[in-house]
């Protein structure tokens, strides 16, 4: 017998390499081809990876078991999976795993798709259930049994008889019809000149089919969507797709709403919670290029798409592009890496852009498109800052005179108030006043919140929660037990007992959820029905409210203490960002910071509105520290669930790590979460230059430590969110 055909297949399993199959008599596969593997004693989907077949003799090789009739996985889609695998060291199965979302389910699909039919036989027994089913049949067409028993009116058993008479027969359903196409020729909005340059130029980067990175660096209001939009309109004209990503839910829920008048119908959606159905379809619609235009969470980053001419990342610099868990990877760098794969144009769009892409515009690997002015001649808010050391509220209050006298103001004139404080909850710190114990997750290094809607004190590190104590429970004592510092509740409560004829409400992802309570919600702020509103960040994001003239912010420099060097970013972005909802419409807004430091750069910055200088600022103090994106930074976490355990890996770590020119590794030190889901946790960190490649000093230092045992594990961040 002929030596037969060997393949090596990729399974989406924690595995870096590729395991070689014998591909049986009458099979046919290519790269990128879906397969099914066995793997030990069960049998697991997998790719056919690129790659000569080991030198095994294939007589010893298992041999596969199939293919899936489901969409390939284009070479361009493979080199992402290398890709992302290498650079944040995560076995490529894992990485492939994210790729194959929706698969499964679209694998299904054809099964999901079979429905009934009449045969023209007649069966032996006629009742008028029967009847009714085969006069609904009679043109013979294929109809889902749901849709069959329902036009009878008979339930799905009366069917089943029919089937075992032959009188009906099982039947392919004809394929549900595509859904409606976006048109690219409905005429846009008219763009101001500068929004017409910068859409002209992103029109002219899609039409180029050549990978290009654009920023699209706008203030709050100044269009940014609109402009971007042109440029998804000139991928569809070229027969070309576009991925829209968001870096929440909550967002694209008015964006699809903005979408659908510009193009008259509302593009895919793909995100966790979006169902099996929906993904297969999503999967199957932008492989076949029926889909051609998807908005997405950074899972969407992994979609199998036909032909990719655009990619935007909207709110670019929002950390939730960074998973952190499984495959640590930012979807905004990963855009960028997927847009070169693809030959696509990529574009970020920010109000207030990381300071990463800011200078990689700068050394002109991005171009930067500037829009520095709102629409439509409405203009930024003015900000202020209250120095609360000064002119603060009396003790156990959060809202100082100032900020009550102009919500007051506000309130007379009929416009809206915003109270912005980044913290859930209630009370971030529950303290017994007798013996100062101080209430504790269990599970991790983290405080209780107090939640009072849910009367219930939470871990918002591990979801953990118990029901308030009325006692101590350290020593016992009734009623001892005291709130510690506001969060958004007790804001709330604040402006309640301040205002109590105005209409306040919530926004905070754990009171509303994402989906129908949420758009309500939204709705009755956009229609003026609220005069108050308090929230997390989650008002920061991408929603226009028109009446909306004033912005709080409660503690706004509660975060810059943080050891933290990109503290100082994220303040200043979700400052801006929050500030930036004031007065967008004919109204114009203004913004009170409650601070404690308001001779910090960044208080001073926003109040100035001194944009440049604060990222000028910025960049000097982290190209001095050789901090990102002037240095390089990766951090390694060990955990275990004992604390030697992991402390004596991370040392033995330290030990192994080789020598190399313009790194450092510092550690192992306590993790800022020194305990997370019961496991200790130990961090170092590679601190290097900008020219090191930290995944392969990663990689040689990896393979040559010790291995980890005995329930230690070791978590690989390259390029984290904090250090
Ligand atoms: P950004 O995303 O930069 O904050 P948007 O794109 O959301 O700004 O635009 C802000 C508001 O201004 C939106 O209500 C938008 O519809 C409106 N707008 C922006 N540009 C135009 C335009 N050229 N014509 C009409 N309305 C516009
Ligand atoms: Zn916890």
Redesign the pocket.
Known sequence: MTQSAIVEVLLPVALDRTLTYAVPDGLEVAPGDVVVAPLGARATMGVVWDGEGAAVESARLKPLAGRIAAAPLPPSMRRLVDWVANYTLAPRGQVLRMALRGLSEEAAAPALRMGLRATGALPSRRTPARDRVLAVAADGAARSKKELSEAAGVSSSVLDGLVAEGALAPAELPPPPPPPRPDPSLPG????RE?GAAAARLVEMTAARSFAVALLD??????????YCEAVAEALREGRQALVMAPEIALTVPFLD?FARRFGARPAVWHASVGEKGRAAVRRGVADGSIQAVVAARSGLFLPFRDLGLIVVDEEHDAAYKQEDGVAYNARDMAVVRGRLEGAAVVL?S?TPSLESRVNAERGRYERLA?PA???GSVMPEIRAIDMRRAGPPRGEWLAPALVAAVAKNLAAGEQSLLFLNRRGYAPLTLCRRCGHRMKCPNCSAWLVEHRFRASLVCHQCAYSASSPTACPACAAENALVACGPGVERIRDEAVARFPEARVTVLSSDLIGAGERLSAELDAIERGAVDIVVGTQMVTK?H?FPKLTLVGAIDADFALGAADPRAAERTFQMLQQVT?RAG?AELPGRALIQTHDPDHPVIRALVAGDREGFYRHEAEARAAAGMPPFGRLAAIVVSAPAREAAEAHGRALARAAPKAEHVRVLGPAEAPLAMLRGRHRMRLLVHAGREVDVPGYLRAWLAAAPAARGGVRVAVDVDPQSF
């Open positions: 909005p008219e763009l101001s929004q706008g203030v709050t209001g100044s269009g940014k969507t609109e402009v903005r769009a109000a829009l709102r629409y439509g991408g226009h930036g967008r």
